[in-house]
């Protein structure tokens, strides 16, 4: 019913920046939305978060004061910026539909996800 495709991945040297999005095809407005990544040969791990509203936003810590999540229900969006990144940064990138309003650290709390957008940081 919901469809998620990330853009914005790319080859970046450490200390650089890039802009993720997520855009969905059928309106998430009321759910909240996160990031994870997933390094080859590592688990799938829990990125950031963002309530309905756009109100409350939750980080790992190993990506707080670096990354920022926010979204622009207007234009059903979810948008993640990625600031001084590292080269422990590189992974697969994916944006995920919560489901419910209420933001989760665990996978198991979203119920649609996008394919992925690679994101590669070199030294």
């Known amino acids: 019913q919901v469809q998620l495709v990330e853009s914005g991945g790319g080859l970046v040297q450490a200390g650089g920046s890039l802009r993720l999005s997520c855009a969905a095809s059928?309106?998430?407005?009321?759910?909240?939305m996160g990031w994870f990544r997933q390094a080859l040969g590592k688990e799938r791990e829990f990125v950031a978060a963002?309530?309905?509203?756009?109100?409350?936003?939750y980080y790992a810590d190993s990506v707080k004061g670096r990354f920022t999540i926010s979204r622009d229900n207007a234009k059903n969006t979810v948008y993640l910026q990625m600031n001084s990144l590292k080269p422990e940064d590189t992974a697969v990138y994916y944006c995920?539909?919560?489901?419910?309003?209420?933001?989760?650290?665990?996978?198991?709390?979203?119920?649609?996800w996008g394919q992925g957008t690679q994101v590669t940081v070199s030294s």
């Open positions: 995920a539909k919560a489901r419910g309003s209420v933001p989760f650290r665990g996978p198991d709390g979203y119920d649609y």
């Open positions: 963002i309530s309905w509203s756009g109100g409350n936003t």
């Open positions: 059928g309106r998430t407005s009321v759910y909240a």
